[in-house]
């Protein structure tokens, strides 16, 4: 499975993350070479078999009763309170 | 006073008849750290301020009472993945470079609740992310055994300080190999419990279904005492299970005559370092010799773990590492005009290319149409591995294996290539994905000196019967043959 610039822009927009002009060729490279290393296990038969999320589930999880806890988070120069300063979230009219 | 040559023990021996204090020690430490570190980089940030406040308070608790913990004025090294409440945490990454938590991981306070002290936090792969140290944001750390050379990842900083004196003890974080395979590079034990056992509260997540936290030490001994202070059932941890602590340190001087020993066949392969097999070889020799019944096994499923592990554990990241987007904490980045702008330009900027590259991967394994083909998939191939040693464990108490398939390699041998670091972990790898305990204990030194790891894996849970081979093993000279 090639991977291409385009492919890696799509990819790299979900995930938040900006890839420079130059790395792109490099790096679409790499994600190649290492998707088709993973194409290996296409050739399993997995039919019949549940995945494993996680070893040993706790299967019941302890509870505990709904306290809040109050802690001083660490802060940034953009907090005020309990309130984050950030750019504008919606860009378009 | 070299800490090279003094075990927990040892130097709680030295504090009891007053022949050194801990202060006196703390202090000589920071000394040493001032005249090598500058060279090795094996710490990131150092508490010497705390330090030498809680030396005062744990000499005066010396002198006064007798029932006090062999933990007492320990120097300990901690890997910076790991939170102390207002100890800069870096996690390796220029992302978190100035960040200090709020709070502090559960492992290290149960290690401060017996007085250990801490040194320091050590230098790893960035977010715990590399086979050798070299992905930190920050600089490569050395291997004491040979400066040229790794000291494995991404645990590597924490490996380090114990191979080199710089503490006597540390604490690491094990993904796929990060505590075991860096114990390997340099000569030093280090063990992953099972998951579960040590709670991950305080752990920055890496891949939640895979990490653990784990100890590096001189000794098996020191292994199964830090192991039951850090062990047990947190609730502040979801995933950590409620099964009771072990007493490891007691139960280690049991007899292991009749331990059936699986060797795995599909382990033993071309790619294994001549030196490297001939010395876990005559380890298992050994082990015959001291009384275990060894037998060959198969893990049909290995040649498919690492492509199984680097689709589970990139997945799990680039959700984990989403929360890196500078609104709340850590680096931010806001030349944008929109808060888009600022997710990408911080991220772009925070992170290293290995964290990229995994988020990359897992977001594309996550991605709508490659879904089943991915990562379900390899949750399906994960049941397959983890069956594998259900199987294996009905025949034999304990598989041995090589640790890594070579010594420490040199700085900057595998960078120019992901894929060639990545099977690296090929040995290491099978035990996150099934859940499963291993150790790394040294095994001899291959023909450049440098130090070779022999791996041992228990069943889940079963950590006293690794701890108590590794130990005879170790008591019959297998650390230095």
Redesign the interface.
Known sequence: MK?STT??KQ??Q???????EHERQQ?AE??S???N??????G?D?DN????????I?TT??K?KDNVEE??????T??KGSL?K????I?ER | MNLKNLSIDGLAALYRKREVTVTEIVNGLYQEIEEIDGALHVYLTNCRESALADAQKVDKILQTEDDVSPLAGIPVAIKDNMAISGIRMTCGSRILENYKPPYTATAVERLKKMGAIIIGKTNLDEFAMGSSTENSGFFPTRNPKDQDRVPGGSSGGSAASVAAGLSVVALGSDTGGSIRQPASFCGVVGMKPTYGRVSRYGLVAFASSLDQIGPFSKTVRETARLLEIISGFDPYDSTSVNVPTDDWLSSIDGGVSGARIGIPKEYFVKGLDPDVKDKVERGIQLLEDIGCRIEEVSLPHTEFAIATYYLIATAEASSNLARYDGVRFGLRVSEGNSLQEMYRQTRMTGFGEEVKRRILLGTYALSAGYYDAYYLKAQKVRTLILRDFQEAFKKVDLIVTPTAPTTAFKIGEKTGNPLSMYLSDIFTITCNLAGLPGISVPCGKDSFGMPVGMQLIGNHFREDQILQTAHKFEEAGGFEQ
């Open positions: 991977i492919d890696l990819v790299a979900l995930a938040n993350l900006e890839v420079a790096l790499q994600l070479q290492i998707v290393y993973v194409e290996q296990l296409k399993l997995t078999v549940e995945p494993t999320a996680q070893v040993q706790n999880p302890p505990r802690r001083t988070g660490s802060s940034n953009h907090n984050f950030v750019p504008r979230v860009t």
